[in-house]
């Protein structure tokens, strides 16, 4: 009995008799037995959990679509796309702020890089990255997860089987009403954002830009420029929502050689970029006079709409630091279709659009067809 206990320790331990020196416990061939018949715990538990992952297949969770648990994954995806995507172009987003706002400096794209790096050094290049993450991970958040939200309410109103009919005017009213808040959330954030980039010796950053602009203006000189901003990102906004919505389709349709729902994810995610990039490229276009307007009031204190109008003219208004904003804006949509469209699809929901089909959903042709 003394000399069955270890190996009765041993197998329960999930060793097995052949990992012990046999004469620790009892003779060989007595040992051998017990091996062969009681196996180790640790080979038991492998086979048990590999039969119960054989039997069982893994299920993406599952999130009704228009559910509280469905605008939280949207919400959460727009913080992604719009704060990762406009934090990794900070050194674009510099250059072209100093263009617009001191030209005869910066009269060029390669010209504005040099004349940073040479003055400020490379961190020079990343100068306002905090209340550029923050800003535009807030306004992320309300502009993806609100346009869900304002896209269902109002195809709802205008009925199923009036939806085919009034599409366009349901992406353009969910767009812009999502961005009308959207922007209150950005609005401060932008402000020093600009005031850091384009005055030199202003502030280092966030910490000491965001004191400075309440000192000269007041709180209320943080929101000096939100008409202006509406006045950029609505009509932004509603392009970047809306063309997106009709490219997608007119991609499904014209350009993949089947349905949204035969294609794989990473097709699907592929068109997401592609219809983003497409749509970015008219964003930059039509936003861009009021872009060029909330630069200039932004790093000029005191100074009106009509003032900056007057000093520009309605060409530069329209054309300067155009070229730069449609790459930095097509490509900056394009990610941001994508990177919320891979986080949709990461907790279960389809991607956005629709898929070219004769009748899309009430909802927008936000969900598969089946």
């Known amino acids: 009995p003394v000399r069955l206990l270890p190996a009765t320790m041993a197998a329960t331990l999930g060793l097995g008799a052949n990992m012990l020196p046999s004469f620790l416990y009892q003779a060989p061939h007595v040992a051998s037995t017990v091996a062969a018949v009681v196996p180790s715990a640790a080979e038991d538990t492998m086979a048990l959990r590999a039969k119960k992952l054989m039997a069982k297949p893994v299920l993406a969770s599952k999130i009704e679509m228009h559910s509280a648990e469905f605008y939280q994954a949207c919400t959460i ?52 990255w905090a209340p550029t993450l923050i800003g535009y991970s807030f306004q992320g958040a309300c502009k993806f997860g609100l346009y869900e939200f304002f896209k269902k309410y109002y195809a709802d109103l205008v009925g199923e089987d009036n939806f085919k009919n009034y599409k366009d005017i349901v992406f353009l009213a969910g767009s812009a009403s999502a961005e009308f808040f959207a922007d209150i959330a950005l609005c401060p954030w932008e402000a020093v954002k600009v005031n850091v980039q384009t005055r030199p010796g202003f502030a280092n950053g966030l910490m000491d830009g965001m004191p400075k602009v309440i000192a000269e203006g007041g709180v209320g000189g943080l929101y000096k420029g939100l008409t202006p901003l509406w006045m950029r990102q609505i009509p932004y906004t509603m392009m970047k929502f809306g063309a997106f919505e009709r490219v997608v389709e007119a991609i499904y349709a014209n350009a993949m050689p089947k349905p949204k729902a035969e294609c794989s994810k990473n097709e699907q995610l592929g068109v997401s970029f592609a219809a983003g990039y497409i749509a ?32 520009m003219g309605w060409y530069n208004l329209f054309t300067r630091g155009l070229p730069l904003r449609i790459v930095m804006i097509g490509t900056l949509t394009g990610l941001q279709w994508g990177i919320y469209d891979a986080y949709k699809v990461y907790v279960g929901l389809p991607t956005s659009g629709g898929g070219g089909e004769k009748k899309p959903t009430s909802g927008g042709g936000g969900e598969e067809k089946k």
């Open 280 to 311: 970015g490229v008219f964003c930059a276009i039509v936003s861009h006079p009021a872009d060029n307007l909330v630069s200039k009031l932004n790093s000029k204190p005191g100074s009106t709409s009509g003032e900056i109008i007057a000093e």
């Open 77 to 128: 995806g727009g913080i992604l796309s719009c704060g990762l995507t406009h934090l990794a172009v900070t050194p674009l987003d510099v250059v072209k702020c100093n263009m617009q706002t001191d030209p005869s400096k910066y009269p060029s794209i390669a010209s504005g890089f040099g004349i940073t790096v040479k003055e400020q050094g490379l961190s020079g290049l990343v100068r306002g």
